[in-house]
């Protein structure tokens, strides 16, 4: 389906605008059709979520929903590669779906949740743990979209957390690929803003990674067009850079993505400097591709 005719049909009129981080869409090209299995299914009770256990036991009375935001987030911001760093960020998504089972709770609680699984689903080593994360993650993101029908964080998440289980489970992938792209132009149009300009930058390289029409929505000119918004939106956010040098380089334009990649791989290093945690993976990501270029 030529990409012009695609946005008319989709994108609400003079909709205009630029997750995301590094893990937000890793589908890999030309996914071969092994199998349907339905990526989406009915989740599991929220206590049962991301392997069923019980609450970490921290010595704390039963908290309020407001503290246990801020306890699982403080756990979150001390995300990093090593062991002691990754037990954090388990701690903190069963800290936000203990948060999501409080009477009153808001759908902060299941955002959380479903990025702190998006994140383990890219640094857990082991294949079992990381399929695990990332069902915890959907099913986050579909409590989160039942509580707040519409909302676009839930959209966003949702299809952040699909396409990290359609890697992890290829047999998923088919069946997800068009509601990823379905629940990625919902946030878009809704709140373009997100995440750093996340549901463009989503969007770019969904069309980029997936395989062409007729077996999915890849396409590279609609990848350029929204890697193009997102970095208007958010000019000086490394993912917005990396984004629009794939989509440059998928064009064949080698200098213009050459100069894309340096000037994230130097607001990287900047942000790495100032202690930002996602930063040096940003890093590694431009290094690499300018030595391969």
Known sequence: MPGDARESATMKPGSSGAPALAWMIVLACGLAPIGCVSALKEPRPIPEIGGGGAPPDDGSSPAGIDALLAQA???????????????????AARTYLRAAVVDGARIESLLGAARAEIWLTDHETDPA???????????????????????PACDYWLGAALGVQARERPATAMSALPRIEEVFRRARDARPELDEAGPDRALALLYLRAPSWPTGPGDPDLGLRHARLALALRPDYPPNLLAIAEALA?????????????????????RASSGDRDAPEWVEESEKALLAK
């Open 73 to 91: 987030g403080a756990l979150f911001a001390e995300r990093g590669p090593d062991a002691a760093a990754i037990e954090k960020v388990r701690l």
């Open 129 to 151: 743990a990381r399929e695990e994360a990332a069902r915890a993650a959907v099913e986050a993101a579909q409590w989160c979209g039942r509580r707040a029908p519409g909302d």
């Open 250 to 270: 998928a064009h064949g334009d080698v200098a213009g993505s050459r100069d894309a990649y340096r000037r994230a791989l130097a607001l990287s290093r900047d």
